[in-house]
């Protein structure tokens, strides 16, 4: 059985002027056709938002489970929270991670993301950077066995590692929008860099679905602010972003096959 874990931030964004409320209307839209999805959670970070009553309710009428709690760790300290609560019911073998800014773009979602799921694998990600020095989910959303983490919770450690010092000063519950967006943003991308190392201590794979498939995913910082297609061009695209994007600039990024073809020959960690 299969849990879909949403992490809502109703605050201010850096890279659009979206309604929040669209965010949730939309994937509450794209549950109704899912396939293979047994359970839903979504989980709120930071309090007292516009518009997060409404979207709660929203959640609520629908049939869905919901969370409120501190905004610590980001998307990634909202899936763990989450994660922690469901797996005491011990009835689910998988969660699907998603951030409320990116939305799939095919009802048969899990079915893609379950095919790169062998043995070993713990978690299957949009996109696997290999890079040798510093290996990590470059596009988060995806697929976590939860036999990869009962251990973990077991012996009453953290599922990810979370470590970032600007997280809870930069953040908090209010977001603090009023502070400097690239130092917000390094904040996220630290736990990004870091939330799967239990895992991979334990001995699990990571995967992604760049082989058959694709990921469209929006840079809002660099040179090439824009829509980024990370995985084969040839494929099903599975995940796109949650707002309107397509007047943004398409890019086929470069860097990907580069860094592709380097895994190929490097030694995973």
Known sequence: MINYIVACWMGERRQNSTDPLTYIKNHLHWLKTAKNIDNVIFVFNGKNHPQQEKAIDLVYRAGHKYFI??????????WEYALKEVIKEDKYNYSFLIEDDYIPSTPYLI???LDNIKPNVGFVSSFYDYDKSNPHAGISNGLICHKSIRKL???RQNIFELYSPLDNYFWGDEGKASKDN???????VSCQKTFLQP?????YDIEDITIDNYTKFYSAVGSQVGIHLYGNKEGICL???????FNATQY???NYKIKRSKSLKTKRI
């Open 252 to 254: 086929y990024d470069v």
């Open 199 to 203: 895992m991979v201590k334990e001995g």
């Open 239 to 245: 995940l796109q972003p949650n707002f309107e994007h």
């Open 111 to 113: 079915k893609y993301f």
């Open 182 to 188: 690239k130092t917000m943003y390094g904040g996220a």
């Open 153 to 155: 919770i077991r012996r």
């Open 69 to 78: 709690r501190p905004n610590n760790g980001f998307s990634y300290g909202a």
